[in-house]
């Protein structure tokens, strides 16, 4: 098999701090992707949610090339044809005032933070160097230093001190919690609407609301983390709508570009993002005429193409068939829209030997915190090919 040696070489000669699937894939389109040698599967991950509109989508396709053949990178140091246009769909889109762009997630996230900590200094009038951001227990936000050191995830934290200080960590879910823990130093609260990586963990309804009034009330900065949860993937063009709530700084990335290229965005109001002058933040790669030109075909496929409503009418359906399956060491299945996780019980030994026996029958998913799978397919799914994922995961998830 050519997948072995393709395993070989990634086990020689990478770092391995991944633990893939043993599926070694070569090309996709819209929910399947191929291995090297041939085998079809139904990817139920999506990137993390990076491909939304589906692998290798024609109409995001043709704007990559014909841009590419065009012009790719300029820097910021001079302006492109392809950035002022993207900002004002994003901004139309989103009823955004002001737009920063960045390339992966992360950088999206450590673009809000010194934005809100510049912020505090300037415009709350905090001391300097005592900006305080309260964040929640088990968030993800990404890898990087300053990210991982609100992190309660002790597989991404040890070894890996000392870490950034100004950050301060409460119960997801408590709205009490968050009007506690709120200081005259508090610039901003950071918060996943759905926590992913943790399991598609969901609030108590009114938990957004809440965070809303509390932040709005002791001037603080409310900052949603819309990397995972955004662009459709919950049924909603953005996760915060489904409580009717907008948020000052919301991050998006992963599907703003529909896998095609690393593309992310800070967006504002203008009064946050309007601290930040020449030369104290940037990116060379960031708003390249190249991604900008991506994630407007992204943006317009979402909308053009009814993948947010499908997104909630699949969801609905795939859902009401996996909380069918019988199996008493599952706890419990949750989600929205096309966001779901499947959590066992503590003794069912565990959530990857369902993932692996999953992609023996053609489906992909990935386990996370060892019993939960999370199932997250493109959004281009139907109704027939849940019923072709269903018929394979029930057998498999009833063992």
């Given amino acids: 098999m050519q997948s072995d040696r393709f395993i070989l070489l990634e086990d020689e000669f990478g770092a391995h701090n991944y633990k893939p699937l043993d599926v070694v894939l070569e ?8 291995d090297v040698d041939g085998k079809k599967y139904m990817d139920c991950l999506s990137a993390y949610s990076a491909v939304n509109q589906g692998h290798c989508h024609p109409k995001i396709m043709q704007a990559l090339t014909d841009q590419a053949e065009r012009l790719t990178l300029t820097s910021r140091a001079f302006r492109n044809d392809q950035l002022g246009p993207f900002y004002k769909e994003l901004c139309d889109l989103t009823r955004s005032h002001k737009v920063l762009p960045m390339n992966s997630g ?14 505090g200094y300037q415009v709350k009038g905090v001391p300097e160097n005592k900006a305080e951001i309260i964040v929640c227990r088990n968030n993800f936000h990404g890898r990087t230093i300053s990210i991982i050191s609100f992190s309660t995830d002790p597989v ?144 317009r496929t979402l909308t053009e193409e009814g993948l947010i409503d499908n997104a909630r009418v699949m969801g609905e359906y795939f859902m009401e068939g996996l909380r069918r399956i019988d199996n008493p060491k599952i706890k419990e299945v949750r989600g929205r829209g096309l966001l779901i996780g499947v959590e066992f019980h503590a003794d069912a030994g565990g959530a990857r030997r369902y993932c692996e026996r999953l992609k023996e029958t053609g489906l992909l998913c990935k386990e996370t915190h060892e019993t939960i799978i999370r199932f997250a397919p493109p959004l281009v799914i139907a109704k027939e090919d849940i019923d072709w994922a269903l018929e394979r995961i029930a057998p498999v998830l009833s063992e």
């Fill in 27 to 34: 090309r996709g389109r819209g929910i399947w992707v191929w």
């Fill in 156 to 299: 991404s934290t040890t070894g890996f001190g000392p870490f950034t200080p100004g950050f301060k960590i409460i119960d997801f879910g408590d709205a009490e919690a968050l009007e506690k823990a709120i200081t005259p130093n508090t610039v901003a609260f950071l918060v996943e609407p759905i926590q992913g990586e943790a399991g598609v963990v969901i609030p108590p309804d009114g938990y957004l609301g809440d965070v809303r009034r509390i932040c709005s009330e002791t001037g603080v900065v409310l900052i949603l983390d819309e990397i995972q949860t955004g662009l459709g993937r919950t049924g909603k063009l953005l996760a915060e709508e489904h409580e009717g709530i907008e948020a000052d700084l919301t991050l998006i990335g992963k599907a703003l570009s529909g896998g095609f290229y690393p593309v992310s965005a800070v967006l504002s109001n203008t009064e946050v993002l309007g601290v930040l002058k020449p030369g104290e933040h940037g990116s060379t790669f960031g708003g390249n005429p190249l991604a900008c030109a991506v994630a407007r075909a992204a943006l």
């Fill in 106 to 119: 992360a950088e999206a996230v450590e673009t809000a933070i010194k934005a809100v900590r510049k912020w």
